[in-house]
């Protein structure tokens, strides 16, 4: 947990993220709740699923958000054609040394952008399923660790489009939140004519952030307080997935993990020590809607997975209890729902 001298260093940190939002917000237009979901999912070592209809600015944000940090970065277009073996990569017998030689994949790099993923095969999709968990890749028995940061930053265009396969629950579940951009307001729209009409925005964007800042700032994460009860309340809203009759298949407890996970790196970008229930109520529509299979009622019905996991949220009582840190040896402690002294909202 944090001291009170810990603090000064948590506020300098965030001076980075202000940065990274910046450089993002500069090419996404009037989307800063999807700028700063992205970035809550970076912090919290996940990774990112973002769905929508072609031309919305999917790819966009996930490699401005590449851009903007020094970090190796790595494009995959999936197709129909791609192999398991073009992601994780391949041993190659060499000649010369009489050997067999591992030529690495596109997945060996910090930020995996994989472009319409839901265009390849469940067979080539599964070739992500390891490395996301588990941050390595396993070729013919041996195991190669995958750099640190990583993460995986996939667009998807919904499944009822021409040439898309559903993604595996398996691979649904690897993904710590899912986010819809969503079209432009008309004023933003307009804005994107005028800044980007006559030349790409990627071109000019320079890394405002290095690799080893997000590493320091991913422990910075790690060191948020989360009080019992809320803890308590994030196991309920997931439990409740599990036995709604809206639902077939409910959330996972690696779901649940993300979700606390995520309600810390919350927290921090709103620099504050602890989580509250707000940032698990915030979240909780990214971190568990796509991983839950509706029953065929409820599609009938038209019942979306959004529409339960908001139903859940108005039927699980929050906790009402002091959800601060343990007291700290300073007399300043931050009040229930107040930020610390000398910190300030991203």
Known sequence: MTTYDDRASLTDLTTTVERVRRSVEGVIEGKPEVVRLSLTVLLAEGHLLIEDVPGVGKTMLAKALARSIDCSVRRIQFTPDLLPSDITGVSIFDQQRRDFEFKPGAIFAQIVIGDEINRASPKTQSALLESMEERQVTIDGKTYELPSP????????????????PLPEAQRDRFMARVSIGYPSPEAELQMLDVHGGVNPLDDLQPVA???DIVKLVDAVRTVHVADAVRRYA???????RTHPDLRLGASPRATLHLLRAAKASAALSGREYALPDDVQALAVAVLAHRLLPTAQAQLNRRTAEQVVLDI???????????RA?????NSAPMYGQQPPGTRRL
């Open 150 to 165: 990583f993460m995986v930053v996939a667009t998807q265009n919904p499944v009822e489009m021409e040439g898309t396969y």
């Open 210 to 212: 290095h690799a080893h």
């Open 235 to 241: 196991v309920d809203l997931v439990a409740a997935t």
């Open 313 to 323: 949220l108005q039927r699980t009582p929050v906790p009402a209890t002091d959800t």
């Open 326 to 330: 343990p007291q700290q040896n300073f």
